[in-house]
């Protein structure tokens, strides 16, 4: 088998980025601490560029290459780009964090980087094996990154847990895949897909493929019941790490279920739609549920993440392509929702202090008028209440789950968004209308401050205007 040369034109943003973190990662021993500063602008730098080449290399319809192993179409450009934008954001965020904790090390920024990459080999995989192999070039990154904080206890616990639940999962998921591909004998997602529609009568072996896929899949993202680390992971993550992990790859995750479930097994939608409907519900009414017993914030941020891929599997579950367009939408909505709740948990902390408790924010008007209104915002969004970005993003989903004809559905969903609510006011209420507990003056850097309030107001402009980017999402899916 012979490729031309002219097929790796679409890989051309993901070997620059590899080239570029080994250059990083070689760099980087000859820094100090006092210079490690270049190893950090090398690494915005280099998303940057990845972007421009994304861009630069985007084609205008679907452009499979290297015999059926990736694709780069208006999806994957898409979610390249905000993966990019959030990642940056990530760092920027987690500059002085790391810094007073003496984390600011050359090997967070490559394991970012090499993070972001298998992110986007899931995002433009076309087959099951590069699918996989992009899922475990994330998932090893993000293992090693919540141990970062060598000499934290719950850090190690935390990547412990991490590391054997997520090879579970992996287990799981590459067993589904196995049998998918005895039964259909190729692992190419188009060559599956045409399998199905061309044997439409129940095959066991594919049916059992399904659901060990679907489980592979709900543990990955989170989903109930396949939920147990994700308060612990994000509760013993240092700070800089759950942002991380709690963002960006939320876009890779819908990436694999459009893959895999969407484009794959989408003939096979009367198997696993059921499950999706159970993982959903459940997602929604346990991710709520809970997180009004927390009072760390990140725990019940966890929660909170459970709840909102119930909506994606929603979205999912619709099966059509206003569906995937709204899932798509929520998805990355909340993965900016997700990067200004964290954003303000880094604000907040301070060296020796880590301000991840929901008292840590009473009386945050008195402090910050500026940045309680940023939090306000954020908090609002996570709700669902109208203007921000937050309420079109569920408005959007629940309309696509209403047109194909599950009304009861959106009811639990509007129910126990409604549970949930309270939670998020709640925050609002400390910030506004509780005494300060601790007066020391918020300092952060300047570009900190800056992306933070630049997060907080596209939540709000974006709201008020939701227009472009439900448009982007729609042209995605055609």
Known sequence: ????????????????????????????????????????????????????????????????????????????????????????????????????????????????????????????????????????????????????????????????????????????????????????GTLDLAEIAAYIEQNPEKDLVLMMGVV??????????????????????????????????????????????MRLLAEGLGGLTTIWSDLVIIIAVLSLVIGNVVAIAQTNMKRMLAYSTIAHMGFLFLGILAGTPEGYSAAMFYTIVYAIMGLGSFGMILLLARSGFEAENLDDFKGLNERSPWFALIMLIIMFSMAGVPPALGFYAKLAVLEAVINTGHLWLAIVAVVFSIVGMFYYLRIIK????????????IEAAFDMRAVLSANGLSILILGIFPGSLLALCASAMM
């Open 430 to 441: 400390l910030m506004y209308f509780d005494a300060p507990q601790d007066a020391t003056p």
């Open 212 to 257: 060990f896929v679907l489980a592979g899949l709900s543990f990955k993202l989170g989903a109930v019941p396949f939920h147990m680390w994700v308060p612990d992971v994000y509760h013993g993550s240092p700070t800089a790490v759950t942002l991380f992990l709690g963002t960006a790859p939320k876009l890779a995750g819908f990436a694999i279920i």
């Open 1 to 184: 088998m012979t490729v031309e040369m002219a097929e790796f034109a679409p890989l051309i943003p993901e070997i620059f980025l590899l080239s570029m973190t080994c250059i990083i990662l070689i760099v980087d021993l000859y820094l100090t601490q006092n210079t490690r500063y270049i190893t950090y602008g090398m690494s915005l730098v280099t998303l940057a560029i990845t972007a421009i080449l994304t861009l630069y290399t985007a084609p205008e319809s679907a452009q499979v290459v290297l015999s059926g192993t990736f694709i780069s179409d208006p999806m994957s450009v898409i979610l390249k780009l905000f993966t990019y934008l959030i990642t940056a954001a990530v760092l920027i965020y987690s500059k002085q964090y790391l810094s007073d904790r003496d984390l600011f090390k050359g090997e967070y920024f490559v394991l970012v980087l090499f993070a972001v990459l298998g992110m986007m080999v899931m995002i433009s995989a076309h087959n099951m094996l590069t699918l996989y192999l992009g899922l475990e070039l994330l998932s090893l990154c993000l293992y090693t990154l919540v141990a970062f904080q060598r000499d934290s206890e719950k850090a190690t616990e935390a990547a412990m847990k991490y590391f054997v639940l997520g090879a579970l999962a992996s287990g799981l998921l590459l067993y589904g895949m196995s049998m998918i591909y005895g039964g259909t």
